[in-house]
Nanobody, 122 residues
Framework: QVQLVESGGGLVQAGGSLRVSCEVS????????MAWFRQAPGKEREFVAA????????FYADSVKGRFTISRDNAKNTVYLQMNSLKPEDTAVYYC???????????????WGQGTQVTVSS
């Protein structure tokens, strides 16, 4: 099993910044790719960003490219999502996911965290 625990969510004003973290434990060798998804009330869970553990290749949704940055600390088994220039539409529960291969859909990932709430006020 792979366990993912998100943290760092909270309330921030529009234009502000926030960094959420995802700590990975268990069989970490089963998580070649880490990703962030988000889900707003009444909407489907959507892909935000992904990163590979080995090479650090990054991938972003068009809606966040240029504002969000995904990174990882291999020694700490932690993945981060730095969110800048936040907008009210970024408000959602942010989920960390792990999988063997890169994907952009929910079913591409095998393990999920419980999520952390990010609220952006206007």
């Amino acid at each position: 099993q792979v366990q993912l625990v998100e943290s760092g969510g909270g309330l921030v004003q529009a234009g502000g910044s926030l960094r959420v973290s995802c700590e990975v434990s268990g069989r970490t060798w089963s998580s070649n790719v880490m990703a962030w998804f988000r889900q707003a009330p009444g909407k489907e869970r959507e892909f935000v960003a992904a990163i590979t553990w080995r090479g650090g290749s990054t991938f972003y949704a068009d809606s966040v490219k240029g504002r969000f940055t995904i990174s990882r600390d291999n020694a700490k088994n932690t993945v981060y999502l730095q969110m800048n220039s936040l907008k009210p539409e970024d408000t959602a529960v942010y989920y960390c996911a792990a999988g063997l291969r890169l994907g952009y859909a929910r079913y591409d990932y095998d393990y999920w965290g419980q999520g952390t709430q990010v609220t952006v006020s206007s």
